[in-house]
């Protein structure tokens, strides 16, 4: 334990970077607002301290299938010279990394943010065979985590019964304070005021909605002027080449790979929010960060009519649900919305106040503390009534 502090916890991440949202804006933040002294191990660091907490480098290597192995004896021995009371974990990387920390008596709470069980099918893992068995192998050892280590966390709720023993359900509720919204708050609004302006911040994937998004924004366009702003990483080079030859692309304003407080101010100045996502792997059961962001701000979105995304909320609802792959219920949706301000303004307040009063982080924070104090303390966590 550091001197002043109520305790050292090290989040070993090395294949995010140090902005990462869940791990180090809610997470990290949360435990160093508490008094606990947080560093921040990443794939690389170009700043040594971030929100008052340490950041380090850890590095890592290409590939998917192998890369755990390869790297988890280096990690483990990183790890050990950071004398941490916990070490907070994330992704299938790093299974075996906590398994070996608790063999040698370390306190692990393991993060994973996806399920396993079916994500690896989108992945671009050669040969194509390899992926159920790579799926069904994490999903074992990560039920294999949850009898071994303190806790592991989810976002999904059929994940707590899919792996059993220590394992509690953490969604990725939106942060409604902090440094981070301070940022956003204080960045000037840009509005474009003769034209409506849709808003996508993400993964770019054809599995994320880029052709429906694309094809959509060209319609639009044929009966107002409309531009669609998107923030984040194509998948591949090949990918945005294609996307870029789109003839709805003229309309998108790309701004790639931004800040957390750039992407929500994008979001805070859109009209309409878009989430259209395809039925595939475990997107139909996420906890989708970007649809709650929408809400944080007032924002009304169109997103894939999964029921799991659907909004309890005793006022209504905050956005518009479509079939994803039916670009003509999509455009209906939207061009009513764009269409309607009144309708905007009173779906945007129902999810705001979704947000801020039923659906955020606080409201996760305090049994994420009580996790890792019973980690640190080497006691079973509470589970929530």
Not at 119 to 147: G, H, N, S, V
């Amino acid at each position: 334990m550091t001197g002043g502090s109520v305790g050292k916890i090290v989040f070993f991440m090395p294949l995010d970077e140090h902005e990462q949202v869940r791990a180090v804006h809610k997470q990290a933040w949360t435990l160093s607002s508490a008094g606990y002294d947080v560093e921040i191990a990443v794939k690389a660091a170009p700043v040594n301290e971030y929100l008052g907490m340490k950041v380090s480098a850890v590095g890592s290597s290409k590939g998917y299938v192998l890369r755990p192995l390869l790297n988890s004896r280096r990690w483990f021995r990183i790890c050990l010279s950071k004398q941490a009371d916990v070490f907070v974990l994330r992704n299938p990387d790093c299974i075996f990394l906590a398994l070996i920390l608790t063999m040698a008596g370390q306190n692990v709470v393991y993060d994973s943010q996806e399920d396993f069980s079916r994500r690896p099918l989108l992945r671009d893992i050669r040969p194509a065979f390899l992926k159920p068995i790579i799926a069904q192998t994490l999903t074992f050892l990560e039920r294999l985590l949850a009898r071994r280590v303190a806790a592991v966390l989810v976002t999904q709720a059929q994940q707590v019964q899919q792996l059993g023993g220590r394992t509690f359900l953490q969604p990725n509720a939106p942060l409604i304070d902090g440094p981070i919204l301070d940022a956003t708050r204080n960045m000037p609004r840009v509005v474009a005021p003769d034209r409506d302006t849709l808003i996508y911040v993400g993964g770019i994937t054809e599995y994320r909605g880029i052709w429906q998004m694309l094809d959509i924004v060209e319609r639009i366009n044929m009966a107002r002027p409309c531009t669609l702003k998107i923030a984040g990483r194509f998948a591949d080079a090949d990918l945005q080449r294609k996307a870029k030859d789109h003839p709805g692309w003229r309309y998108v304003d790309y701004v790639g790979m931004v800040s957390h407080a750039e992407s929500l101010s994008l979001i805070r100045d859109a009209d309409v929010g878009l989430a259209l996502l395809m039925p595939v792997a475990d997107y139909p059961t996420s906890s989708i960060t970007k649809l709650y962001e929408y809400m944080t701000f007032g924002i009304p979105f169109v997103a894939s009519d999964f029921p799991a995304w659907r909004v309890a909320s005793a006022r209504g609802v905050p956005g518009i649900y479509v079939d994803p792959q039916s670009p003509y219920e999509s455009l209906e949706a939207i061009t009513r919305l764009l269409e309607d301000p009144e309708l905007r303004r009173s779906m945007g307040e129902i999810g705001a106040e979704y947000i801020a009063n039923e659906f955020n982080w606080n409201k996760y924070a305090t049994p994420f503390l009580e996790i890792i104090a019973a980690a640190q303390n080497r006691v079973s966590p509470a589970r929530p009534v």
